[in-house]
């Protein structure tokens, strides 16, 4: 396959200072504390890649807000869950004795595109302490934030998720959709459904000494998070401000209502 042209992707540079533009006309604002899911992919032919997005959105938020974004390590589990693919069994007390620790300045992330790897690595920039749920921050409230990270129901109320959601943080899209909004999940543990309780275990460091951890989470499921956002969408417009950045199809959310909205619809819609 031919890689696309430099001008295929965006009839002129994506900079630093384009995205910034975009960013405020969206509606971004300095002081504000925002989540962001991003797909440098789909934001067109970006000059200087992740960093530009990254610098673009540091510069539109300030240090006085805080930019906060998923940092997911998800392989850093146990063989029993490993699923996709699967490993043998046969593997599986190598694993849990081998397999690296997390360490918030080493484990790269899995699965959360070039913007959040790049983002993990910057200057004062706060990664939590959970071995596959992270979350990252820089800014005024980067630590409070992120600090005190709970292993159990990782995405819960002593998540990052909730850190940003009492802060009346906004959450946004650069390319992507709700098909990865990771603030419903917090939604799936206030609603009033059925959701099945399971084991979950990580290497990780204790005092400076490798273990194996267990915890406790939800069974999570995001299948149908595209038809919960877009329900938010139709019954909320004036929560959600839409545009580009770069090429990129954009959406700027407040996050509070869009939660609260997904605990009653996911508990009506849900079986």
Same mark, same amino acid.
């Given at each position: 396959m031919d890689t696309p042209r430099p001008s295929d992707r965006s009839a002129e540079p994506?900079?630093?200072?384009?995205?910034?533009?975009? +960013?405020?006309?969206?509606?971004?604002? #300095?002081g504000e504390t925002v989540l962001v899911h991003g797909s440098l992919s789909e934001l067109g032919w970006v000059c200087g890649g992740a960093p530009a997005v990254?610098?673009?959105l540091q510069r539109v938020v300030s240090e006085s807000g805080t930019v906060v974004m998923p940092t997911h390590s998800p392989d850093n589990r146990d063989p029993d869950n490993m699923e996709h693919p699967p490993v043998?069994?046969?593997?599986?007390d190598t694993i849990r004795e081998q397999f690296p620790p997390y360490r918030p300045a080493v484990t790269p992330t899995q699965g959360m595109g070039a913007i959040a790897e790049c983002f993990r690595t910057y200057p004062d920039v706060h990664? #939590?302490?959970?071995?596959?749920? &992270?979350?990252?921050?820089?800014?005024?409230?980067?630590?409070?934030?992120?600090?005190?990270?709970?292993?159990?129901?990782? +995405?819960?109320?002593?998540s990052p998720l909730s850190g940003v959601y009492d802060r009346d943080?906004?959450?946004?899209? +650069?390319?992507?959709?709700?098909?990865?909004?990771?603030?419903?999940?917090?939604?799936?543990y206030r609603a009033d459904i059925e959701a099945d309780t399971t084991d979950h275990a990580s290497a990780v460091l204790a005092d400076g000494e490798r273990e194996w951890r267990y915890w406790e989470d939800i069974e999570l499921d995001d299948e149908d998070f595209q038809a919960?956002?877009?329900?938010?969408?139709r019954a909320h417009s004036s929560a959600v401000e839409t545009?580009?950045?770069?090429?990129?199809?954009?959406?700027?959310?407040?996050?509070?209502?869009?939660?609260?909205?997904?605990?009653?619809? +996911?508990?009506?819609?849900? &079986?």
């Open positions: 994506v900079t630093v200072d384009s995205i910034a533009r975009d +960013l405020r006309t969206l509606g971004l604002k #300095s990254v610098d673009a043998p069994d046969s593997w599986g990664r #939590s302490a959970h071995p596959q749920h &992270s979350f990252a921050a820089w800014g005024a409230d980067a630590e409070a934030i992120v600090g005190g990270h709970a292993y159990d129901y990782s +995405l819960g109320e002593a943080g906004t959450v946004l899209f +650069l390319g992507t959709s709700h098909a990865t909004n990771t603030s419903l999940h917090l939604a799936e919960c956002g877009d329900a938010f969408e545009g580009t950045v770069g090429v990129g199809e954009s959406k700027l959310l407040a996050q509070q209502p869009m939660v609260d909205f997904a605990v009653e619809w +996911l508990a009506a819609n849900r &079986s």
